[in-house]
C-alpha cells in the first residue's frame, strides 16, 4: 500500500503547482505577442483550477494573484478604462466561486478521508498484519489497494502454526465491499479452526469448502454466488516437504538461488465454493523446500497487472536472480517491479506474502 500511496502524493504535489503555471503562461503569451491576445480568459481559469488542489486560502490567493496578473498586463500596456470593468469583475466572481468549490470539496474529502479511515481500520481488524517469524518461517506480507477509495477488498492471507506444522492461506474473494468482507472473515475464521484441528491439508480445504457452501446458503443476490480462488499450504514438522492445495488460483513461486520454480498443480482444481461442480476429492501437489528457500502466493493484482500496451506483467523474471534469502526484500523487489510495469498503479488489489526457510 505504502508504494501507491507515495506515488499519488508526488502527483498530488506536481499538480498543486498548476494555478502558478496557468498565470506564468498568460504572462509568457501576453509578453511573447505584444499584448496582441487576450489573455484574461486564462486568468480567469487559475482559480478554478486552485480550488480542487489548494487550499481555501491557496484558491483565494490565486484569485487575487490573478487579478494582480491581469492589473499588471494592463498597466504595462495602457492606462486603465471602462472597458477593463468586466474581466476584472469576473474574476473577482470566478474567484468566489472558486472558493466556495474549494470549501464543498474540502468537506467531500474530509468524508471520503472518514470512511478511508473506517475502511481502513475494518480490514486491520479482519487481516492483521502477519508476524515475521511463524516457527521455521521467516514471514512477509502486504496489501496493495488499487484504489483509495475502495480500501475494503476480497483479498486475505493467514498463516498459523498448529500441531500439524505451519499452514498458509492465501485467496481472493469475488468481489468487494461489506459482501467480500463477510466471506472473507467466515473463511479467516474457519481456517484459523480447521488448521488446529484437521490433521491433514485436504480436510483443511474441505473445511472452507462447507464454509464457502454454508455461507452461500444462508446468503442471497450476488453473495449466494461467491467463490474464493485459494492455495492452501503446509509446511509439516519435521520441514520435510511443502504441501499444497491449489483451487483455481495463480501458482505460486519457489525462489531460490537465483532461480524460480513455478508451483504449477498436478491437477487443476475448483475454487473454493463451487468444489461440489469437481467431487470431494483434493489433490495435494508435494515440493522440496531447501533452507534458504522462499515461497511467493499472490492474487491476481499481480500477474494480471498491465503496462499501457496491455501486456501483462510476469513475475518470473523478476526474480530470477540472485536475492537475499529475505522475505521483505523478495516482496519489495517484486511489488517495485510490477509498479514499474504498470506505471505506478495497479488496476486491482493485490495480497501478497512471502516465507522463507530459515531453519
Same mark, same amino acid.
Given at each position: 500500500?505504502?508504494?501507491?500511496?507515495?506515488?499519488?502524493?508526488?502527483?498530488?504535489?506536481?499538480?498543486?503547482?498548476?494555478?502558478?503555471?496557468?498565470?506564468?503562461?498568460?504572462?509568457?503569451?501576453?509578453?511573447?505577442?505584444?499584448?496582441?491576445?487576450?489573455?484574461?480568459?486564462?486568468?480567469?481559469?487559475?482559480?478554478?483550477?486552485?480550488?480542487?488542489?489548494?487550499?481555501?486560502?491557496?484558491?483565494?490567493?490565486?484569485?487575487?494573484?490573478?487579478?494582480?496578473?491581469?492589473?499588471?498586463?494592463?498597466?504595462?500596456?495602457?492606462?486603465?478604462?471602462?472597458?477593463?470593468?468586466?474581466?476584472?469583475?469576473?474574476?473577482?466572481?470566478?474567484?468566489?466561486? =472558486?472558493?466556495?468549490?474549494?470549501?464543498?470539496?474540502?468537506?467531500?474529502?474530509?468524508?471520503?478521508?472518514?470512511?478511508?479511515?473506517?475502511?481502513?481500520?475494518?480490514?486491520?481488524?479482519?487481516?492483521?498484519e502477519l508476524p515475521r517469524r511463524v516457527g521455521p518461517l521467516a514471514v512477509a506480507s502486504r496489501?496493495?489497494?488499487?484504489?483509495?477509495?475502495?480500501?475494503?477488498?476480497? @483479498?486475505?492471507?493467514?498463516?498459523?502454526?498448529?500441531?500439524?506444522?505451519?499452514?498458509?492461506?492465501?485467496?481472493? #474473494?469475488?468481489?468487494?465491499?461489506?459482501?467480500? #468482507?463477510?466471506?472473507?472473515?467466515?473463511?479467516?475464521?474457519?481456517?484459523?479452526?480447521?488448521?488446529?484441528?484437521?490433521?491433514?491439508?485436504?480436510?483443511?480445504?474441505?473445511?472452507?469448502?462447507?464454509?464457502?457452501?454454508?455461507?452461500?446458503?444462508?446468503?442471497?443476490?450476488?453473495? =449466494?454466488?461467491?467463490?474464493?480462488?485459494?492455495?492452501? =499450504?503446509?509446511?509439516?514438522? @519435521?520441514?520435510?516437504?511443502?504441501?499444497?492445495?491449489?483451487?483455481?488460483?495463480?501458482?505460486?513461486?519457489?525462489?531460490? @538461488?537465483?532461480?524460480?520454480?513455478?508451483?504449477?498443480?498436478?491437477?487443476?482444481?475448483?475454487?473454493?465454493?463451487?468444489?461440489?461442480?469437481?467431487? @470431494?476429492?483434493?489433490?495435494?501437489?508435494?515440493?522440496?523446500?531447501?533452507?534458504?528457500?522462499?515461497?511467493?502466493?499472490?492474487?491476481?493484482?499481480?500477474?494480471? =497487472?498491465?503496462?499501457?500496451?496491455?501486456?501483462?506483467?510476469?513475475?518470473?523474471? #523478476?526474480?530470477?536472480?540472485?536475492?537475499?534469502?529475505?522475505?521483505?526484500?523478495?516482496?519489495?523487489?517484486?511489488?517495485?517491479?510490477?509498479?514499474?510495469?504498470?506505471?505506478?498503479?495497479?488496476?486491482?488489489?493485490?495480497?501478497?506474502?512471502?516465507?522463507?526457510?530459515?531453519?
Amino acid at each position: 500500500m505504502r508504494h501507491s500511496h507515495n506515488t499519488a502524493e508526488k502527483r498530488r504535489q506536481w499538480l498543486r503547482w498548476l494555478p502558478a503555471a496557468v498565470i506564468g503562461c498568460a504572462f509568457v503569451i501576453d509578453y511573447s505577442t505584444l499584448g496582441g491576445v487576450n489573455v484574461f480568459p486564462l486568468l480567469a481559469a487559475a482559480p478554478g483550477t486552485a480550488a480542487p488542489l489548494l487550499s481555501l486560502r491557496g484558491t483565494i490567493a490565486t484569485g487575487v494573484a490573478a487579478n494582480v496578473a491581469g492589473l499588471i498586463l494592463v498597466l504595462l500596456e495602457r492606462e486603465p478604462n471602462r472597458d477593463d470593468l468586466v474581466p476584472f469583475t469576473s474574476l473577482i466572481l470566478l474567484t468566489v466561486v =472558486a472558493a466556495v468549490l474549494n470549501v464543498l470539496l474540502a468537506r467531500d474529502r474530509r468524508q471520503l478521508r472518514t470512511s478511508r479511515e473506517v475502511a481502513a481500520a475494518v480490514q486491520r481488524a479482519v487481516l492483521p498484519e502477519l508476524p515475521r517469524r511463524v516457527g521455521p518461517l521467516a514471514v512477509a506480507s502486504r496489501y496493495e489497494v488499487a484504489h483509495e477509495e475502495a480500501a475494503i477488498g476480497g @483479498d486475505l492471507f493467514a498463516v498459523h502454526q498448529t500441531p500439524h506444522g505451519v499452514r498458509i492461506l492465501l485467496a481472493d #474473494v469475488r468481489g468487494k465491499g461489506l459482501q467480500a #468482507v463477510r466471506t472473507v472473515n467466515a473463511l479467516l475464521g474457519a481456517f484459523r479452526e480447521a488448521s488446529d484441528h484437521q490433521p491433514d491439508l485436504p480436510g483443511v480445504v474441505r473445511q472452507l469448502e462447507s464454509r464457502m457452501r454454508a455461507g452461500a446458503a444462508q446468503a442471497d443476490g450476488a453473495e =449466494a454466488e461467491s467463490f474464493a480462488t485459494a492455495v492452501v =499450504a503446509e509446511l509439516p514438522p @519435521d520441514h520435510s516437504v511443502l504441501h499444497v492445495a491449489n483451487r483455481g488460483h495463480a501458482a505460486s513461486l519457489l525462489v531460490h @538461488d537465483g532461480k524460480v520454480h513455478v508451483l504449477e498443480p498436478a491437477t487443476p482444481s475448483l475454487p473454493l465454493g463451487l468444489g461440489y461442480l469437481g467431487g @470431494d476429492g483434493v489433490p495435494v501437489d508435494r515440493f522440496e523446500l531447501p533452507v534458504g528457500a522462499t515461497v511467493v502466493l499472490f492474487t491476481d493484482g499481480i500477474d494480471e =497487472a498491465r503496462d499501457p500496451e496491455g501486456t501483462f506483467f510476469d513475475p518470473v523474471p #523478476v526474480l530470477s536472480r540472485p536475492l537475499p534469502s529475505d522475505p521483505e526484500t523478495v516482496l519489495d523487489t517484486l511489488l517495485t517491479a510490477v509498479l514499474r510495469h504498470t506505471g505506478g498503479k495497479l488496476q486491482d488489489d493485490a495480497a501478497l506474502v512471502a516465507v522463507t526457510l530459515v531453519e
